[in-house]
């Protein structure tokens, strides 16, 4: 059974910074794309990263280019979302996932955590 769990998440102050985390059981994340999503209140879900296993590199939406890095650890079967400059149009549940292609974006995800939360508010 695969199994993805995102920790991290909380409340933040405009221009803070947080670490999301992505742990995986039963699925190794060393071979396949991982992306990361977010749901605002009221919004869709967008994509906000994701990591090519193929490439070998990330992707980022515009809006968090230079803000956001999307890192793994093989060792761990862990991936990170590191959020910097954090802004109020960051808040929203993300959202990790995964897929059997290798290639960003996937023409689907086949398996999707449970979502954190992130606020960011003074």
């Known amino acids: 059974q695969v199994k993805l769990v995102e920790s991290g998440g909380g409340l933040v102050q405009p221009g803070g910074s947080l670490r999301l985390s992505c742990a995986a059981s039963?699925?190794?994340?060393?071979?396949?794309?991982i992306g990361w999503f977010r749901q605002a209140p009221g919004k869709e879900r967008e994509g906000v990263s994701c990591?090519?296993?193929?490439?070998?590199?990330?992707f980022y939406v515009d809006a968090v280019k230079g803000r956001f890095t999307i890192s793994r650890d093989n060792g761990k079967n862990t991936v990170y979302l590191q959020m910097n400059s954090l802004k109020p149009e960051d808040t929203g549940v993300y959202y990790c996932?995964?897929?059997?292609?290798?290639?960003?974006?996937?023409?689907?995800?086949?398996?999707w955590g449970q979502g954190t939360q992130v606020t960011v508010s003074s």
């Open positions: 996932a995964t897929t059997h292609e290798r290639l960003c974006p996937p023409s689907e995800y086949d398996y």
């Open positions: 990591f090519s296993t193929s490439e070998g590199r990330p």
């Open positions: 039963g699925f190794n994340l060393d071979y396949y794309a």
